[in-house]
């Protein structure tokens, strides 16, 4: 065993802690036809039915389940100021920096660095940076597992608990859990460093570069348009559990009559029986079950319905030898979700869709989760009458999914699959079709798809359980024109419908060129969900009555291609500045926005298969700099503080009809 990796059983290698989702996926992403050893692998190592008629039980290392405190279960939260170095000659693993930080500043734990800073070297960061901070682990009388839970880590990390190498993660969007019980000390403090890097490459998610400055910094180009912040951008909690432990579960639902029937699936590491109870708002059991797979009746059940959520908790205990082994309590919502021809069904009934792409984005704290500005981002959604957001173009913070789920919202979830396109400016190539390459068949591809496929498995595997969660995106704005597209993407769709227990509806956010006479793709969608800027990108200004013809005419030819599925607008939108005004208008002007929009919706209202609209965006966000961008992107309807442009008003108006 190498020197500082932890000894004990119940450890990875680090090397293989990226492979957490299937062990050997490291060895076999070189060769080809990873899906298909991937299925097979997770089809051998499926425990249990998952209780529901599709959708495989993800058989994740360590447990994705949102840290909770009860009776049996221990959660402390790490979060606030933790030490923090930049390492640009990358020297800190020579120079063993996970043994403790030298010559540190303080850092916000949850935040971007980025916008910290107030000077530009620091703030356009290229590279490794190192956090540290300390945690006391209780002694607690009961035996337990002890594990650090990081919302996310951006872009790729490893872990180091007292100068151990704990675990490693690639990904920065996602949850990456930790087992620290081999290495910490109960009873003690303990130090906890974290090497990060927010490098780009073609090989892992989103997708950039790394350009070479000639003062000898690194500088990253991101193929996509928002700023590359990275960080800890998520809480940090050390969560304990029993030996003995409830790993995951999932649900599903049946609508007969007036009652519901709740499927589950239960994962534990042991033997002991399961018993799961239901308890309605009032905290009365309206049904119980043993066994980890079964169902629950819930007569006359309450529905959980657009803007008008009902949230149910599930519990779910192991119990032996008359004594409670452990219990996991969440919410959960009963409804359904269904594609019919070319309507989206909740719970039977058509829904059309109102609202956003968003990002995680703001002042300072950059892609730092904040609850206030979660929550002021609810209350304006609310106001303009929409009832959707897409995730564009990441899983957010679990906190966001708790917030819609309680708010009856509707969610797009969508996989860091953006960049796929090696070009600076992929936005507005993508807007206009004009720049274009064959990204699916280069040679980075086999590791791509590895890490394309190890998100869409942690995302499902994070957020399945959510009522607001309706439909999953699998990419956004991606070449999907040649055959190596389709092939590329067929394997990431097949995997994705394996594992949603739900067998929720899937889809991608498609650019211009995936044109109905081109794309390969959207047949693979259950829903369509195209992204254009006609008026913006195309035929702007004087010339928006051009953007109007060009805009019905491909509409047209969507509807002879035929393919009886409901199509959301993902994203139209247009450039706006916050203070200025013009009559007549011009781009970039408030009154532009207004009229960009009425054309919008001309072209929505004309064809029934359009089944919602989300703009792009709903607050202006933070770029990279270039000619395109003035101080970010301006096409919120709210501006970066979360203020109103005139558009909001017009879409409050709309929304608040349909
Ligand atoms: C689309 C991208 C989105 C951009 C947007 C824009 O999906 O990330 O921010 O264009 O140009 O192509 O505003």
Request: glycine residues 8%.
């Amino acid at each position: 065993m190498r020197k500082g990796r932890q000894k004990g059983v119940s450890l990875l290698p680090a090397t293989l802690f990226c492979d957490l989702c299937v062990p050997g996926l490291n060895s076999i992403i070189e060769e080809k036809g990873i899906l298909n050893r991937k299925v097979k692998i997770l089809r051998k190592i499926k425990s249990r039915e998952s209780g529901g008629k599709r959708g495989t039980q993800i058989m994740l290392k360590f447990s994705e389940l949102y840290p909770q405190a009860n009776e049996k279960r221990l959660r402390i939260s790490l979060d606030g100021a933790w030490k923090f170095r930049f390492d640009p000659e990358a020297k800190g693993g020579k120079e063993q920096w996970q043994n403790g930080l030298s010559d540190t500043i303080l850092m916000p734990v949850p935040g971007s660095f980025a916008d910290m800073f107030t000077d530009a070297h620091s703030r356009d960061y290229c590279g490794d940076f190192w956090y540290e901070t300390e945690f006391f682990l209780p002694d607690e009388a009961e035996e337990k597992e002890y594990f650090l839970r990081f919302g996310s880590l951006t872009h790729r990390a490893v872990v180091y608990c007292n100068g151990i190498e704990v675990g490693s993660h690639e990904g920065g969007f996602l949850p990456v859990v930790v087992p620290i019980s081999g290495a910490a000390k109960k009873g003690e403090r303990n130090r906890l460093v974290i090497k990060l890097n927010n490098e780009l490459n073609e090989e892992s998610l989103p997708c950039g570069a790394v350009h070479q400055l000639k003062d000898g910094r690194k500088l990253v180009k991101p193929y996509f348009d928002f700023y590359n912040y990275a960080g800890i951008h998520r809480s940090v909690y050390l969560v304990s559990v029993p030996k003995e432990s409830i790993e995951d579960y999932s649900v599903r639902y049946e609508l007969e009559g007036d009652d519901a029937l709740v499927h589950y699936s239960v994962r534990t590491n042991g033997t002991h029986p399961v018993k799961v109870e239901l308890r309605d708002k009032e905290g009365v059991l309206v049904a119980e079950a043993e066994g980890s797979t079964g169902a629950l009746r819930v007569k006359n059940a309450h529905l959980w319905k657009v803007r008008n959520a009902y949230l149910y908790s599930i519990s779910i205990l192991i119990m032996g030898e008359g004594k409670l082994i452990d219990s996991y309590t969440e919410e959960i919502g009963i409804r359904t979700v269904k594609i019919e021809g070319t309507k989206i069904l909740l719970n039977g009934e058509p829904v059309y869709l109102k609202g956003y792409g968003k990002h995680e984005d703001f002042e300072v704290i950059g892609r730092g989760f904040n609850w206030g500005v979660a929550k002021r981002d609810f209350e304006c959604m609310k106001w303009s009458g929409a009832n959707c957001f897409r995730t564009s173009h990441y899983p957010y913070a679990d906190e966001w999914y708790q917030m819609a789920d309680e708010e009856g919202f509707l969610v797009i979830d969508e996989v860091p699959a953006v960049g796929m396109m090696r070009s600076m400016s992929n936005f507005a190539a993508a807007g206009s079709g004009s720049k274009y390459t064959y990204f699916f068949e280069a040679p980075t591809v086999p590791k791509l798809k590895a890490a394309h496929l190890q998100a869409v498995e942690e995302m499902i595997a994070r957020d399945k359980n959510h009522p607001s969660v309706i439909a999953w995106s699998l990419f956004n704005e991606p070449e999907t024109i040649s055959e190596y597209a389709r092939e590329y993407f067929k394997d990431i769709f097949d995997y994705a419908r394996e594992l949603d227990p739900e067998g929720r509806p899937l889809t991608g956010a498609l650019e211009k060129t995936s044109s109905p006479e081109k794309c390969q793709c959207c047949d693979l969608c259950d829903f369509v969900c195209l992204n254009r800027y006609y008026g913006w990108y195309i035929s702007g200004g004087p010339e928006i009555v051009d953007a109007r013809e060009a805009f019905f005419d491909e509409m047209d030819r969507w509807e002879k291609r035929g393919l009886n599925v409901p199509f959301v607008f993902t994203e139209f939108g247009a450039d706006t500045l916050g203070m200025e005004h013009k009559l007549p208008s011009v781009m970039w002007t408030q009154e532009y926005q207004s009229e960009y929009m009425e054309l919008c919706f001309e072209v929505f209202d004309r064809y029934d298969f359009i089944q919602g609209e989300l703009v792009w965006n709903f607050a202006d966000f933070q770029a990279s700099e270039g000619i395109m961008r003035v101080n970010g992107n301006k096409k919120g309807v709210f501006t970066r503080i979360r203020q109103p442009k005139d558009v909001a008003y017009r879409l409050k108006e709309r929304w608040d009809k349909i």
